[in-house]
């Protein structure tokens, strides 16, 4: 078997690959699939991985008429079918790999059908996170997909793709149209490891060699991240600026100090931190205490640590303070 660069093999076959694809089994997983998507709003936002000619498009757009979708595929003449196909709808194609392309943001849902089973389980759980990092709260990837049957024909298939590239002298940095399906343990385990829950099987069929499933898994409700990228910064004074989070009488800080700041009295608030980045000086009454990337500070409240931050000419550093809101 000669291998062919991803690209060029779905570019080459854009004319041929609808009949392949449908009028068989294939047109009950997207079925199955578009019933799976049950959103409350007029205009979900999508994101389709692989979406190649966007057959799995076809029964949501009825279901979701002004549905929001974006496309990845690295195949550009199948999206100019996909365009051509959907020409009053609200869609954004983005041609290249779904490892390199940003996501982008707050998805309603998720979804990837026949694509990414040509990629090993590093691969996978990289756009897994992606995936993850891209969904609102509490919403759905669905992922309709072959799979290999045991774990020794997925290892065949990864071992079977290095042996043709070798053979070959392909390079390693391109994808080869070459199917390396995981199983369906696998697949569900890589789900976990990125973050996803409720993680369900809801259609597995199987030949002698071959499966065929629709995994969904959701993305939590709840989140302890201290999602500090998307807080604004307050900027009370002359080179100070923070981003706080804050839980009952528990305070987390990012602070920046920066050439400029003046602590005008003393501060006797206890604090526990970690420098970030950067450098500083604390003045203890009079006596002064350098700081710098990786230190870490317990200054206990009251009058005998009584201190004022100092900033150093062309001087700036980053916290992160642990602190007790009194
Ligand atoms: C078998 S087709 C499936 C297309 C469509 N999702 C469907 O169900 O009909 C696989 C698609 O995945 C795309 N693809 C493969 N690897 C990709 C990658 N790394 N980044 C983006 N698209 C990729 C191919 O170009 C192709 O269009």
Same mark, same amino acid.
């Not at 990864?158 to 053979?167: A, D, I, N, P, Q």
């Not at 006596?287 to 009584?306: A, C, H, M, N």
């Given at each position: 078997?000669?291998?062919?660069?991803?690209?060029?093999? @779905?570019?080459?076959?854009?004319?041929?690959?609808?009949?392949?694809?449908?009028?068989?089994?294939?047109?009950?997983?997207?079925?199955?699939?578009?019933?799976?998507?049950?959103?409350?709003?007029?205009?979900?936002?999508?994101?389709?991985?692989?979406?190649?000619?966007?057959?799995?498009?076809?029964?949501? @757009?009825?279901?979701?008429?002004?549905?929001?979708?974006?496309?990845?595929?690295?195949?550009?003449?199948?999206?100019?079918?996909?365009?051509?196909?959907?020409?009053?709808?609200?869609?954004?194609?983005?041609?290249?790999?779904?490892?390199?392309?940003?996501?982008?943001?707050?998805?309603?849902?998720?979804?990837?059908?026949?694509?990414?089973?040509?990629?090993?389980?590093?691969?996978?759980?990289?756009?897994?996170?992606?995936?993850?990092?891209?969904?609102?709260?509490?919403?759905?990837?669905?992922?309709?997909?072959?799979?290999?049957?045991?774990?020794?024909?997925?290892? @065949?298939?990864?071992?079977?793709?290095?042996?043709?590239?070798?053979?070959?002298?392909?390079?390693?940095?391109? @994808?080869?149209?070459?199917?390396?399906?995981?199983?369906?343990?696998?697949?569900?385990?890589?789900?976990?490891?990125?973050?996803?829950?409720?993680?369900?099987?809801?259609?597995?069929?199987?030949?002698?060699?071959?499966?065929?499933?629709?995994?969904?898994?959701?993305?939590?409700?709840?989140?302890?991240?201290?999602?500090?990228?998307?807080?604004?910064?307050?900027?009370?004074?002359?080179?100070?600026?923070?981003?706080?989070?804050?839980?009952?009488?528990?305070?987390?800080?990012?602070?920046?100090?920066?050439?400029?700041?003046?602590?005008?009295?003393?501060?006797?608030?206890?604090?526990?931190?970690?420098?970030?980045?950067?450098?500083?000086?604390?003045?203890?009454?009079?006596?002064?205490?350098?700081?710098?990337?990786?230190?870490?500070?317990?200054?206990?409240?009251?009058?005998?640590?009584?201190?004022?931050?100092?900033?150093?000419?062309?001087?700036?550093?980053?916290?992160?303070?642990?602190?007790?809101?009194?």
């Amino acid at each position: 078997m000669s291998l062919e660069k991803m690209d060029d093999y @779905f570019n080459s076959r854009v004319e041929i690959y609808e009949n392949d694809m449908i009028g068989n089994r294939l047109d009950e997983l997207y079925e199955r699939i578009a019933n799976l998507v049950d959103i409350d709003s007029t205009s979900p936002k999508l994101l389709d991985l692989g979406c190649g000619t966007g057959l799995e498009l076809e029964r949501l @757009f009825t279901k979701y008429p002004d549905m929001n979708v974006t496309g990845i595929d690295l195949s550009s003449e199948m999206l100019n079918k996909l365009k051509n196909k959907y020409k009053d709808k609200n869609i954004n194609l983005i041609c290249g790999s779904y490892f390199d392309i940003n996501f982008g943001s707050d998805y309603d849902v998720v979804l990837s059908t026949y694509s990414l089973h040509h990629f090993n389980e590093t691969e996978k759980l990289l756009i897994y996170k992606k995936v993850y990092d891209s969904m609102k709260s509490g919403r759905l990837y669905i992922e309709g997909d072959k799979n290999a049957k045991t774990e020794e024909l997925q290892q @065949f298939h990864l071992s079977e793709l290095e042996r043709l590239k070798k053979e070959q002298n392909v390079s390693d940095g391109s @994808f080869y149209h070459y199917d390396t399906p995981l199983t369906v343990e696998n697949q569900i385990k890589l789900l976990k490891l990125a973050g996803f829950t409720n993680i369900k099987i809801m259609r597995h069929v199987e030949n002698e060699t071959i499966g065929e499933s629709i995994i969904i898994a959701r993305k939590p409700n709840y989140s302890y991240l201290v999602d500090f990228d998307n807080m604004d910064w307050s900027e009370p004074a002359t080179g100070l600026k923070f981003k706080a989070f804050a839980n009952g009488s528990q305070q987390i800080r990012l602070v920046e100090f920066s050439e400029g700041f003046v602590e005008s009295d003393w501060c006797k608030k206890g604090h526990a931190g970690y420098v970030l980045d950067g450098e500083f000086a604390n003045d203890y009454n009079g006596v002064l205490e350098r700081y710098k990337k990786g230190d870490v500070i317990f200054i206990p409240k009251g009058e005998q640590s009584k201190h004022k931050a100092i900033l150093g000419k062309g001087e700036k550093v980053t916290l992160l303070l642990f602190e007790i809101i009194e």
